[in-house]
């Protein structure tokens, strides 16, 4: 019930005219049929239709004349399909004699109007299927992107609950490693910057609680721009300097001076590590134990690295290559002996006592050439550099090897020591 005063809107003025019109003309057949025709005439065709129900209904039968109004606001409504349907009905309830009693003689034109409009329906339902399957798939598409955005912002929002929580349980615990897992995970978070800071602080603060050389070298390492930087290379240094003097080798001295050429303690280590290098090669010299070639040519790299040691004495002395049988009493000079017995000893493969005896040919003529004339009118090649080196190569001792061939060529270029140079690498 309406209040006193109230308006009424106007669906519910066409509600109740509606309702006022369908209870007036409920019990009269004429006055149904009478406004659905004033509606389909005015293009009301919902109302025209609704009209034309009620009167079937008060009816309680099918109507040609009811039908063929029907039929004819179905056309004019546009709905072909349900129009084809009507007329069919229509032919069915009129016969010839009600065709024209009955006022609808335009029924066959309607029909030819319809069936055309129901041809080009058919001939058009491809097309409107193909472009409603288009619009459906559209749709489908829109919903799916649809979806996948409202997924990703869900995930979106699940990491960043995520992130959060994370930060928190790593800025408890406040250790390096932390702090470098979190920034590794998440390189656009907002709290990168912090994430990095703090990982350089805790970084430096583990080193100083390890105190040792070789975290302070990982954390210059890792943080050479850092604001610790200088306390860190200290400390380092003086780390070195320690295991230096508690170590007291060659080793921990050249890791102070690689990682400090111009430390505090360099020049002094310098002058110790040729002490204790000098040391070194004298003692493995002295270690030798592989034959007689083997410890001549480990001191005369002594001898050579260090000219004025203060084992060259020593290291002279022994330079021997073990006791060699002494040359027969001929006519011809000693080399000439020691190089044919080299010559036999390479032969049988026994390269130690190849080489002494070359060593000392070299000691009675050193020029390697090419035709020497002997007194009994024989001539022979003499090339005890290049035997030596070959010798030397099949023994290991590759370096002095090649400088005995380079000698060699330098006297008299020969394709055997070419060759034997070639295997050497050079």
Do not use: C
């Amino acid at each position: 019930m309406m209040k006193p005063g109230a308006k009424m809107k106007p669906w519910m003025i066409i509600a109740a005219l509606f309702l006022l019109t369908s209870t007036l003309y409920a019990q009269d057949p004429r006055q149904l049929y009478e406004a659905a025709e004033l509606a389909f005439q005015k293009g009301n065709y919902a109302s025209a239709l609704s009209f034309l129900h009620q009167l079937e209904g008060a009816l309680g039968r099918k109507n040609p004349r009811v039908q063929a109004l029907k039929t004819k606001v179905l056309d004019s409504d546009g709905k072909i399909l349900d129009a084809k349907l009507a007329v069919e009905e229509l032919l069915r309830l009129a016969n010839s004699s009600t065709r024209s009693s009955e006022g609808f003689p335009d029924i066959y034109p309607l029909k030819e109007k319809i069936d055309r409009a129901l041809a080009d329906l058919e001939r058009r339902w491809p097309l409107e299927i193909q472009d409603r399957r288009m619009g459906e798939a559209d749709r489908l598409i829109q919903e799916q992107a649809m979806n996948r955005e409202r997924k990703l912002q869900a995930k979106r929002a699940a990491a960043a609950q995520f992130e959060v929580r994370e930060w928190q349980g790593v800025a408890q615990e406040n250790m390096a490693d932390g702090y470098k897992s979190f920034a590794e995970r998440y390189p656009n978070s907002s709290h990168i910057r912090e994430a990095r800071s703090r990982a350089e602080t805790a970084s430096f603060r583990e080193a100083e609680e390890d105190n040792t050389a070789e975290v302070y070298r990982r954390f210059l390492e890792e943080y050479p721009k850092s604001l610790f930087s200088l306390k860190a290379q200290d400390r380092y240094e003086e780390l070195l300097f320690a295991e230096v003097e508690q170590e007291k080798t060659s080793e921990a001295i050249a890791r102070y001076l690689v990682a400090f050429p111009r430390g505090r303690h360099a020049a002094t280590l310098r002058q110790r590590l040729i002490l204790l290098q000098e040391d070194d090669v004298y003692s493995a010299a002295g270690r030798e134990s592989r034959g007689p070639a083997f410890r001549y040519y480990a001191f005369k790299r002594y001898l050579r690295a260090y000219p004025r040691g203060k084992y060259v004495d020593a290291a002279s002395r022994e330079t021997g290559i073990g006791a060699i049988e002494p040359p027969p009493a001929l006519s011809e000079p000693k080399w000439l002996d020691h190089y044919e017995r080299g010559l036999q000893a390479m032969n049988a493969e026994r390269y130690e006592e190849a080489v002494g005896r070359f060593l000392r040919a070299i000691g009675e003529r050193e020029r390697d050439m090419q035709t020497v004339m002997l007194s009994d009118g024989r001539r022979i090649d003499y090339f005890p550099h290049r035997e030596l080196g070959i010798a030397l190569s099949h023994l290991g001792i590759n370096d002095f090897a090649r400088e005995e061939l380079d000698v060699s060529i330098s006297y008299i270029w020969t394709l055997r020591a070419q060759e034997a140079l070639g295997r050497l690498g050079k």
